[in-house]
């Protein structure tokens, strides 16, 4: 049958509206190489009707890298997954699990768990589509359908279409009454019915969501389900993804500190900077890698009032970046001269590096 399983979902960083743009993507691939990254939703009819390239476009860098779309017209999605397999992404996962009352005002998110029929169809006219595999992102229930059996049910009713990858936030949303961040915190996690669903559908890769903290919890969760996504601690800790490459995939090593990640992201930063892009755009998504160090606040309060000046670039995040130490290593000159940037270089690239590497500007407090 078509939709094989074809991305490696042992660990996911999860979509996140505003959050997991292409830069933040840019920077999380500094930290690691082999973890699934899943964009914002993007709504299938601003890919079809809407600027494609503006919704769509991403770096090489980023893969492996899964698109969220959003939406309930089975032709409308297929014609939206037609244009994604064009710009070269490695899934397409449809949001059944978004509660904002406008996102289910126009029929999409996690009001779809009350149409699992529905949500068949469109997967399956997904699946017609494209041959880069189909996935689902859903809640456990929403409202007072609830229970274990709705949520299996669901399931079933969507595998129906050949869809074997569900990742499932471990939270029931409530559709009116709570923001969507409170939707995130006020249901309880119930990480068991996850592990209930992957023992009651073996054939199923069933990816558990919702309130993992550390990489150390992943590999626990591991023992019972195929995946774990992690959302807002990556995103606001993004250092606990430097173990993710050898401790969950079992191959390659993460950067060897802070202070490297910042070195990577240079060639990136320079040529984005010089196409125009404010650099308070790429560097709002750096502003916890220092969470915990001392200095952290400084390189903060540094990037975010300097990192809006019109000319502010790689020089303002050098000196946020020398305002804060790295426990992580002894030395940084030996750091910046053992990691730089293995997915970042080209010539262009290669040649900011070096030349940072040789003035030293982001040789921190030792
Ligand atoms: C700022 C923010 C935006 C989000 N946007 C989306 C989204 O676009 N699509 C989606 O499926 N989930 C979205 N979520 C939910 C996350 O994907 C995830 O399911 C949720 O945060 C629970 O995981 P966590 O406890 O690891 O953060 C968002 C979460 C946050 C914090």
Not at 3 to 15: E, F, K, W, Y
Request: hydrophobic share 40%; aromatic share 4%; with cysteine.
């Amino acid at each position: 049958m078509k939709n094989s399983i074809g991305t490696d979902h042992r660990l996911c960083v999860a979509p996140m509206m505003e959050w997991t743009d292409r830069h933040c993507r840019v920077f999380l691939r500094c930290l690691t190489q082999r973890t699934l990254l899943y964009t914002e939703m993007v709504h299938c009819g601003a890919v079809v009707h809407g600027d494609a390239e503006r919704h769509l476009g991403h770096d090489a860098i980023e893969h492996p890298l899964a698109l969220q779309l959003g939406g309930s017209i089975p032709d409308e999605l297929a014609a939206a997954a037609r244009v994604a397999e064009s710009f070269g992404y490695d899934e397409i996962n449809l949001n059944v699990g978004c509660p904002s009352e406008r996102v289910s005002a126009g029929r999409f998110g996690a009001c779809l768990m009350a149409e699992p029929e529905l949500v068949r169809d469109c997967v399956g006219a997904m699946i017609e589509a494209v041959s880069v595999p189909i996935t689902v992102k859903s809640r456990i229930g929403i409202d007072d359908r609830d229970s274990y059996e709705e949520l299996a049910g669901f399931v079933a009713t969507v595998a129906q279409s050949g869809c074997k990858t569900f990742i499932i936030h471990a939270r029931k949303a409530l559709l009116s009454g709570l923001s969507p961040k409170q939707n995130r915190e006020i249901p309880p996690l119930e990480h068991d019915r996850v592990m209930r669903l992957k023992s009651d559908f073996p054939d199923l890769e069933i990816i558990l969501n919702g309130g993992v903290q550390s990489i150390g919890e992943a590999l626990s969760h591991l023992d019972h389900v195929n995946g774990v996504m992690i959302g807002r601690a990556a995103y606001q800790d993004p250092w606990l993804l430097r173990d993710a490459d050898r401790c969950i995939f079992g191959g390659g090593s993460g950067p060897s500190s802070r202070h490297a990640v910042v070195n990577s992201m240079l060639p990136y930063i320079d040529s984005k900077c010089r196409a125009g892009v404010p650099l308070a755009r790429i560097t709002r998504h750096m502003l916890g890698l220092f969470n915990g160090v001392p200095g952290a606040r400084s390189w903060r309060r540094y990037l975010s009032e300097q990192g809006s000046r019109v000319d502010a670039g790689v020089e303002t995040v050098l000196a946020a970046a020398e305002l804060v130490a790295d426990p992580a290593v002894s030395g940084h000159a030996e750091v910046r001269s053992a990691d730089p940037a293995p997915t970042l270089q080209g010539d262009a690239m290669g040649t900011v590096i070096t030349k940072h590497m040789s003035t030293g500007p982001v040789a921190g407090k030792s």
